[in-house]
């Protein structure tokens, strides 16, 4: 009887593993978060998950200061796209609900820029620390092609949006997913994906649409 060679065995174990952890952060996890009830109790797997992904990217030699901070110099593409996003999301809230348009920094400027920071700093850089730097340097062998891991990253990029049960959310989530997905996979570079996510999310919020985003809005 023919068998497979050690060094392909072990191979396909450590990809078994590796769908199991799969799985379990980017499916299960979200979806556990998303359903109703439970209290606080449901969080603590996403704060294992986070705090085991930590460990994972630590021992592999993934937080460096060049990885975390680097800034790679692809800034045209980066920024014609961004005008193009931008623009999309102004007409889109021009024509759904022009009257609350720029809502918060009208109404409450220093709320306004404190959630812009706190945003960005305590919930972008995360989101895009665990679904682009680490999802693709521990995720990438999992998948025979480009197309595919940049598909599969935005799918559960939208996923993690489950929690707010708007069917808008998830589509924008996927849409930015893929625009993410695309920009670290051409950059390779945490910190301009980062700042990008960062952009488009505080935009949303500057428009007056933050509220489907958890954003808290003036009475």
């Known amino acids: 009887m023919n ?38 109790i449901k969080s603590l797997p996403a704060l294992a998950g986070l705090l085991y992904c930590l460990g994972v990217a630590k021992r592999s030699g993934w937080l460096t200061r060049e990885l975390l901070l680097g800034l790679r110099n692809d800034w045209k593409p980066w920024l ?19 009257e609350k348009m720029f809502l918060v920094p009208r109404l409450d400027a220093g709320m306004w820029v404190t959630m812009i920071l706190v945003y960005s700093f305590l919930s972008v850089y995360p989101q895009e620390f665990l679904y682009r730097l680490f999802f693709f340097a521990r995720y990438q062998c999992l998948f025979r092609s480009v197309p595919l891991l940049i598909t599969a990253n935005a799918v ?37 994906v980062s700042l990008e996510h960062a952009l488009y999310g505080s935009w949303i919020f500057t428009l007056g649409m933050g ?9």
Not at 80 to 98: Q, W
Not at 159 to 186: D, E, I, K, P, S
Not at 211 to 219: C, G, N
């Open 3 to 40: 068998s497979k060679p050690p060094e392909q065995t072990g191979t396909l174990r450590r990809k078994g593993r590796l769908w199991l952890e799969f799985v379990f952060l980017l499916i299960a996890t979200p979806i556990l978060l998303a359903v109703p009830g439970l209290g606080p």
């Open 80 to 98: 014609v796209r961004a005008g193009l996003v931008l623009g999309a999301c102004t007409g889109m809230m021009m024509l759904h609900d022009p």
């Open 156 to 192: 559960v990029f939208s996923l993690a949006h489950l929690m707010f049960w708007n069917a808008l959310v998830m589509g924008m989530t996927l849409v930015g997913g893929f625009l993410f997905a695309f920009t670290y996979q051409r950059t390779k570079s945490l910190l301009l």
């Open 211 to 219: 509220e489907m985003l958890a954003f808290p809005m003036p009475e």
